[in-house]
């Protein structure tokens, strides 16, 4: 067994999981804004009013009933995403990316039946994917079309960018890129690539995977050494305005890049991972503490 | 980065554990409850033995019986005496246990039973106004003697100990003189020395102990002097002028009131027989908190269902602690925050490896048959609904099933909280197909890892008897959790996990 002991970890900085609790989340998160990032619905909403663009929306299913609505709106659909819109971590979130007869198409290529989304919608309304199991609404988005230069790198799915928002300030960024093990989706523990990215430029540092460092993509096999992404300035400010939108002090804003749109907020979270720093190579500490003085 | 704002917090949590701790050392010292479970303490069991022949005439004995001897405290009193009335009088400093029979003939014995513990703290209050002397008169050629040897004993005195010290040492036979030898005689002399005490001013009386020897019977009282020394009553060997009383002397009647007096009955005799037993220290402190004002804070005196129930419900904080302890600092995963508290309390009631066997079987069957369920497409909360009776069914078979096959631990199955069980097995399952069959591992070893920390704390015998007898304990148990809530610190697991980090210091 390998051990890094506490001492160089405190040198590195490195923000561990009981100290963000106490002395950040619980300290600059209201706890009545939680609901806010929460919730997908209402993040859409409060975000649209300070000029941050997110994908569109194409559907609310609140009742069991509109399910069979759902059936005629999707036929007219290439691709979609259905989220649960108080899912967590990426949970309960199903993209559609195209169609083959009458089976859909999910982005891991898989070809399910409509009776399958339809299940789907009705574990979302039941709260299966709710963070405190409580009933849910599912809400349908128009499928996000990644850029190409950040979509070579990921295997099937949409790279997503977070940035780590600490009173306004973005203090630290990766590129999460999904792989096969991730079956798709942009999320760290579930096996996706996270590269660090320096946070004044968008270029990018070091690139983890399950928590190892890598230097290439496992699936696509590109080097992930000298990304760079692309309006980062545009990126920055789309974060901080999250910060005035919802007046969460410490937060994940998840961005993705949309071939036609522009940079489109995906969604905010109030507890964001401590892996970041991984991917990054540093630790956050310095960095909070910097905005805190 | 502690900042100001959190001394408050610091200091009330170490007042919380501090009241815990000096609340439980406080009644250790206060009742006696020990520490640990094992501890015994001695008791003497004293019998006294009242024998006497009846005249067929209406009866009362009456026997003084000790209410507060110095150096012992009385744990149970019991007569035994068929057919007759008995009652205890307590009245003015002396208590007298009194038997009537309104018509007996023939040789009769009446029994008085009592517990003593040896108590060193315990003394008998003094009395609140100072004990009056009887002058006596003296005829000549006495009240010369005793006037001699009073101004003697006196002249080399100062107090009313040494006077008595000097008075007895003065009427020993081998100093005695020409005076004392006029006054004593073998059957008189412990009365002359109270009389000749009182007529001096020193407040005297006679007092009976009882020498305790291991399984002694037909034993007699042997008579003290107890003088008063203006503060409390003291007690001398009447022969050596030695203070105190001995540790092996059970002063059974102190004052002036009689040992024993029969009406209505002839040859009475008194004789006592005694024996040293041990009871367990708790049961002793459960039996003495009864009459003490501190009693209010135990449980000893809820009825034995309530006390069971809450010996369990006592054992619920150390379980939270556990889990606290091993998801702040050591950082392992569980699924559901408390379910393996809820585990090992069932661990508790069922011992572990047949309640891990009961557990495992229940919650593998349920993922089995989950899978069959998420396939119906069903509203979460019928799901779990159907998953509780799944998992009662369950139950049900297994615990027919291990007793059919002469298996008892079968039944035990039914210790565990069907509820938590079926929601521990739709988490699972969700977990199963969202993440991945490891993640199952790894979340339901840690809880079961968990819950068996939580039950090897809670099984421990002195936990057990700590958390019940000194409940207060559990300010110190609410200020570590409360502790723990402010650490800030790295998870062990963290130092694992942050290893790729070294590249970079």
């Not at chain 1, 983890?208 to 290439?216: A, H, M």
């Amino acid at each position: 067994m390998d051990w890094i002991s506490p001492r160089s970890l405190k040198r590195l900085g490195m923000l561990n999981m009981n100290r963000r609790n106490v002395d950040y989340i619980a300290r600059y998160n209201e706890r009545a804004s939680y609901p806010l990032v929460d919730n997908k619905l209402k993040t859409k909403l409060v975000v649209a009013e300070y000029g941050v663009k997110t994908p569109k929306l194409l559907q609310v299913v609140k009742q069991q009933h509109e399910i069979s609505r759902f059936r005629e709106m999707a036929e007219e659909l290439a691709g979609f995403a259905i989220k649960p819109a108080k899912g967590s971590g990426g949970k309960g979130i199903t993209v559609i990316t195209g169609r083959d007869e009458d089976f859909f198409v999910k982005a891991s290529g898989a070809r399910v039946g409509a009776p399958v989304l339809e299940r789907h919608l009705t574990n979302i309304l039941a709260g299966l994917y709710s963070l405190a199991g409580t009933p849910d609404v599912a809400i349908v988005e128009n499928l996000v079309e990644s850029s190409p230069s950040l979509a070579r790198y990921s295997h099937q799915g949409v790279p997503d960018i977070r940035i780590v928002v600490f009173q306004g300030y973005p203090v630290m960024a990766m590129l999460r890129l999904a792989t096969t093990a991730s079956d798709g989706k942009a999320n760290l523990h579930q096996g996706a690539v996270g590269v660090g990215l320096d946070i004044s430029t968008g270029k990018s540092l070091n690139a983890v995977q399950f928590n190892r460092p890598i230097t290439l993509h496992p699936d696509t096999g590109l080097a992930l050494g000298n990304i760079n992404i692309d309006a980062w300035g545009e990126m920055l400010e789309m974060a901080s305005r999250c910060y005035e939108a919802t007046g969460l002090g410490y937060m994940g804003v998840d961005i993705v890049v949309d071939a036609n749109e522009g940079p489109l907020l995906l969604e905010l979270n109030a507890r964001p991972g401590l892996a970041i720093q991984m991917a990054n190579g540093r630790g956050l500490l310095p960095r909070l503490r910097a905005v805190e003085a | 980065m502690t900042s100001p704002s959190r001394l408050p917090f610091y200091i009330a949590v170490f007042l919380l554990i501090a009241a815990g701790i000096s609340l439980a050392v406080w009644r250790h010292i206060e009742l006696g409850i020990p520490w640990l479970t094992g501890d015994q303490r001695p008791v003497w069991m004293v019998e006294a033995r009242v024998d006497f022949d009846g005249a067929s005439d209406p009866v009362v004995a009456s026997l003084n019986v000790p209410g507060q001897p110095p150096g012992f405290s009385i744990l149970t009193e019991q007569a035994a005496s068929p057919g007759y009335g008995f009652s205890i009088i307590d009245k003015a400093g002396s208590r007298r246990a009194e038997w009537t029979k309104r018509e007996v003939s023939g040789p009769q014995t009446l029994y008085f039973k009592a517990q003593f513990v040896p108590d060193p703290g315990a003394e008998p209050t003094p009395p609140a106004q100072p004990p009056e002397t009887k002058r006596l008169f003296w005829e000549e050629p006495q009240a010369t003697a005793v006037r001699e040897i009073l101004a003697q004993a006196e002249a080399r005195s100062s107090t009313p100990e040494s006077m008595t010290r000097e008075l007895i040492r003065l009427m020993q036979p081998d100093t005695r003189v020409q005076n004392t030898t006029l006054l004593v005689s073998e059957e008189n002399y412990l009365q002359l020395l109270v009389n000749m005490l009182n007529h001096s001013g020193i407040p005297a009386r006679t007092a009976d102990g009882l020498k305790l020897e291991d399984a002694r019977r037909r034993q007699q009282l042997t008579p003290f002097l107890q003088i008063y020394n203006g503060e409390q009553w003291l007690t001398l060997n009447p022969k050596t002028a030695a203070q105190g009383v001995p540790d092996d002397i059970l002063l059974w009647r102190q004052g002036p009131e009689s040992l024993l007096d029969v009406v209505g009955g002839d040859n009475s005799e008194i004789s006592f027989s005694m024996l040293r037993q041990t009871v367990p220290a708790l049961q002793l402190a459960a039996m003495q908190s009864k009459g003490n004002g501190l009693g209010f804070l135990s449980f000893y005196e809820l009825p034995i269902e309530e006390q069971s129930m809450f010996r369990m419900l006592l054992l619920l904080p150390l379980g939270a602690l556990v889990v606290a302890f091993m998801r702040i600092v050591i950082g392992i995963r569980t699924s559901g925050t408390f379910m393996p508290v809820l585990i090992a309390v069932a661990f508790v009631q069922t011992t572990l490896i047949p309640g891990l066997i009961a557990f495992l079987s229940v919650v593998s069957i349920g993922l089995m048959m989950r899978g069959y369920l998420s396939s119906l497409n069903l509203l979460l909360v019928s799901r779990i609904s159907a998953l509780i009776i799944l998992v009662i069914f369950i139950t049900a078979g297994l615990s027919i099933f291990g007793y059919q096959m002469g298996f008892n631990t079968g039944m035990t199955v039914t210790f565990f909280p069907m509820v938590i069980i079926a929601w521990t097995i739709e988490r699972m399952s969700i977990l199963w197909e969202e993440e991945s069959g490891q993640e199952v591992l790894i979340q339901g070893s840690g809880s079961l890892f968990v819950a068996i920390c939580a039950y090897l704390l809670m099984s421990a015998p002195l936990a057990g008897h700590l958390t019940f007898n000194f409940p207060e304990l559990h300010f110190a148990v609410l200020g570590l959790i409360l502790l723990m809530g402010q650490y800030t610190g790295y998870k062990l697991t963290e130092l694992k996990r942050f290893t790729p980090m070294k590249a970079y210091d």
